[in-house]
């Protein structure tokens, strides 16, 4: 059975055009080509890239987060209680008013204590300043390093500069040594991340980052399997050229430095908008729909890799939104830009507001809306 779904798998209608198959990437002339038993590589690079990030955040990150000021924030401990631990863990982390009722009764603890209980132990999950700025320093140092290595892999090639090189002679193209290392360390590094990804800093879009992570390894591995390698570090090249911009504005920001967050972010944007909104879909896309059909039928790989790139662009546009959301808010009312995706502490900024009610409960008598109630000089508490 296994052998019948092997044969299927790698029938060369699926994956090449008509009239070629495998026989063409065979080695022979001293020219080498692609093969798909070369992704295994990939594996212990995945390995090692995992090794170097837990030395990396040890030995790197954590001291030049002291060097730049990330300060950590002090989390109150949310005393253990089984009852509402057990709520917070089996059914939801945020009741609603019914529910903490109920738990009211079962705990003998106010609404309010019900209410502080559950905020601070949702603060409890949250990843810490620090933690994040580790994430974030990784990524950019390798985002940055890939961008300098693909640049410099590419930069003397034809196809870097006429599209249409990127399908002369397809599919006998030879694996250059630059282009087979790019390929397994981009491959290695997407494969960390998705392992990874549990134990990362979840934010809002975890599942289009998880999309984003398998569709990017189906995408290189394919285009390695069918030697559309031209074409994929391209595609690569694209993508590393604003990642390691918004990872380097992350930093800045859990340090507090406002003024380069923003203005880092900015430059982010608009290198992600032209990368992403104008290079990727108009120039590559266009390349990979309307080339390969001038040369060759179409086939199922063709039509394969193309909806890949296309879920590819549907994700770019959902987080283009995000940041021209947050990048008009900069520019129009000077505000901080924050990370839409992350989840924020509760804890400072409600339990100010309690304490600051408090007092101005005992000095002033009731407040609304941040305004002393005053009733013919005689005060009511409910």
Same mark, same amino acid.
Request: aromatic share 16%.
């Given at each position: ?24 990437l ?32 040890r ?8 060097l730049?000021?990330?300060k ?7 005393p253990h $209680? ?26 003998g ?14 603060n ?70 998705l ?15 998880i ?29 590393d ?36 909104l ?71 900024e ?24 005053? $009733? ?7």
């Open positions: 059975m296994l052998s019948g779904l092997s044969d299927w798998f790698w029938q060369e209608q699926l994956w090449f055009p008509k009239g070629l198959g495998w026989a063409d065979e080695d022979r002339d001293g020219r080498v080509y692609a093969k798909p038993q070369d992704l295994w590589v990939a594996l212990p690079i995945a390995l090692i890239f995992l090794i170097i990030r837990q030395i990396f955040e030995t790197v990150a954590t001291p030049l987060a002291s730049l000021g990330v950590e924030t002090v989390r109150l401990q949310v $209680n089984p009852t509402l631990e057990s709520y917070y863990c089996n059914i939801t982390k945020n009741p609603k008013q019914t529910p903490i009722a109920s738990l009211c009764k079962q705990t603890f106010s609404e309010r204590q019900v209410q502080r209980w559950f905020r601070r132990r949702r409890q999950d949250r990843p810490s300043l620090l933690k994040r700025f580790r994430e974030a320093s990784w990524r950019f140092t390798f985002y940055l390093l890939a961008f300098i290595a693909g640049l410099a892999a590419l930069i003397d090639k034809p196809w870097l500069y006429d599209l249409k090189e990127m399908w002369q002679g397809f599919p006998v193209l030879t694996l250059l040594p630059s282009q087979y290392w790019y390929y397994m360390i981009e491959l290695g590094f997407y494969g960390s991340l392992v990874s990804v549990a134990s990362d800093v979840k934010r809002k879009d975890f599942k289009e980052q999309v984003h992570h398998v569709a990017t390894i189906l995408l290189i591995s394919f285009s390695w399997c069918v030697n559309y390698i031209r074409a994929g570090t391209l595609i690569m090249l694209v993508h050229s604003s990642d390691y911009f918004l990872e380097s504005a992350k930093m800045f920001n859990y340090a507090g430095w406002r003024n380069a967050c923003n203005y880092i972010f900015i430059v982010f944007a608009a290198v992600f908008i032209i990368s992403r104008v290079i990727f879909p108009f120039w590559i896309i266009y390349c990979t729909w309307i080339y390969p059909v001038t040369m060759y039928e179409p086939f199922f790989g063709y039509y394969f890799f193309n909806g890949l790139l296309m879920v590819l662009q549907c994700l770019h546009i959902f987080w283009a939104v995000l940041i021209i959301r947050m990048a008009i808010r900069f520019l129009t009312h000077n505000e901080k830009v924050d990370d839409e995706r992350s989840d924020k502490d509760e804890t400072d409600s339990e100010e507001e309690e304490e600051q009610a408090k007092k101005d409960m005992r000095k002033n008598g009731p407040v609304q809306n941040g305004h002393t109630v005053h $009733n013919n000089n005689h005060s009511k508490i409910e």
